[in-house]
């Protein structure tokens, strides 16, 4: 059966979100010759990416055994929680057309919430959800969640045994896991010609860490690196104060349990804190240090070893996979993952090799986040002590598998994403 994607309004260069009455601005983007001076617009970005697996149709033309997605795309900075006020909530604001709701509810359409970006599947997001849509009476399983979780069988598992949901679909919403940047990621391959994996030059660093907003794992592991002269050896950037939040200190982040914990001290804290900021390009746009292609940056992958890469998540439940995630592949460099534990496996399903072969990565089976972090200082400080000649021997053998990882990602993950939505709107 045939899967369209229809949205409320559609100009010559694609559709404009369904979240919400289009202003000049997104009328702007999808007109010819249009222009657009602000990069803080909603564009459509479920068209995007899907639109070499679904053909698009207004919501006007639809007929009454039309098999369609009705997408709705929703935006980091507006509370999740808003979007689903019964009376008030996303619907609302999309002016969905009731008889577009009739063709949900009786026919073959799907609803569609895209918050691929995030990992909002707590207790708290699903709640939300299912209360909303019940409301209107809307079949739980006529809705779609694409989300950035990648372990998300195993949350809502969990949650629906917590609230007695029955396992049946006509109780259970469909949910995803979508990894939006390893598409975009895959764009920014097909735009740009990245240079080939050097295995002859000894670069000046060893690590490589970007880090803006203060976590409490971000701010452990910099407290670490320094306690264990990793620095040193390292682009690690951290900002004393967070850029959009000047109040939010490095040293608020931190608790002393934590430090006892890791097993430093005051005087560690103190030590680190007199040193911030760390920089490292001294970037400061926000947008352009989330987006995968920023090629400003080239110069330090290609000048360090390893990147450790800090997620997102760490002593959650929900995995999370977003640009920090992608990046490294994307730049043909190894990477230590500091993420939550079975980060490496979800990896693996996607396809990607890891460095088992070249260090421990034991440490992706580590349940307790302190005891996880503990392992992958223990790890980069093996590392650290490797020489010229083992830097050069690991750069040969290593190379095969960044090739590998660089032709996954190449390949993006939307038709794997979209396989699994038709299959699911088919059975």
Not at 49 to 56: A, G, I, T
Not at 112 to 141: C, G, M, R
Not at 181 to 186: I, N
């Amino acid at each position: 059966m045939s899967i369209k994607l229809a949205y409320n309004w559609v100009g010559p260069r694609g559709p404009v979100p369904n979240i919400e009455i289009p202003n000049i601005l997104n009328m702007s983007y999808v007109s010819i010759g249009g222009g657009l001076s602000s990069e803080r617009v909603w564009v459509e970005g479920i068209w995007n990416d899907f639109r070499n697996h679904y053909d698009l149709i207004p919501t006007v033309s639809l007929k009454d055994n039309d098999a369609f997605i009705y997408p709705l795309t929703l935006y980091w900075r507006i509370k999740f929680d808003y979007y689903f006020i019964s009376g008030d909530g996303v619907l609302e604001y999309a002016h969905i057309d009731p008889e577009v709701i009739n063709k949900v509810i009786n026919g073959n359409g799907y609803i569609l919430i895209d918050h691929s970006p995030e990992a909002f599947v707590t207790d708290k997001h699903l709640q939300v959800l299912h209360s909303y849509f019940s409301f209107y009476n809307i079949p739980l399983y006529k809705i779609l969640y694409l989300t950035g979780c990648m372990n998300i069988d195993e949350v809502y598992q969990r949650f629906c045994i917590k609230n007695s949901i029955p396992n049946d679909k006509a109780y259970r919403i469909k949910l995803i896991s979508f990894p939006c940047s390893f598409q975009s990621a895959a764009g920014d391959i097909a735009n740009h010609d990245y240079s080939e994996y050097d295995v002859n030059t000894v670069p000046s660093k060893i690590f490589l860490s970007w880090n803006r907003r203060h976590k409490v794992h971000r701010n452990m592991l910099a407290l670490l690196f320094n306690k264990n002269n990793l620095l040193p050896n390292s682009y690690f950037s951290m900002t004393r104060a967070e850029p959009e939040f000047q109040h939010k200190k490095f040293e608020n982040n931190v608790d002393l349990e934590w430090l006892e914990i890791c097993g430093l001290t005051i005087s560690d804290l103190n030590d680190l804190v007199a040193k911030l900021p760390l920089v490292v390009d001294g970037e400061v746009d926000t947008i352009k240090m989330t987006r995968t292609a920023h090629l400003d940056v080239i110069d330090f992958y290609k000048d360090s070893l390893i990147s450790i890469v800090t997620e997102t998540n760490f002593n959650e439940h929900e995995i999370t996979m977003t640009e920090k995630s992608i990046k490294p592949i994307k730049e043909k460099h190894p990477f230590i993952m500091i993420g939550v534990c079975g980060t490496l496996k979800q990896y693996h399903k996607l396809g990607y090799k890891t460095f088992s072969d070249f260090w421990s990565e034991e440490y992706d089976n580590i349940r307790d986040p302190w005891d996880r972090l503990k392992e992958i200082i223990r790890v980069c400080i093996e590392i650290n002590q490797w020489n010229s000649d083992k830097i050069l021997e690991f750069k040969r053998q290593v190379k095969p598998i960044i090739d590998h990882n660089y032709n996954i990602a190449k390949l993006g993950i939307s038709e794997t994403v979209s396989n699994n939505i038709n299959q699911y709107i088919n059975s």
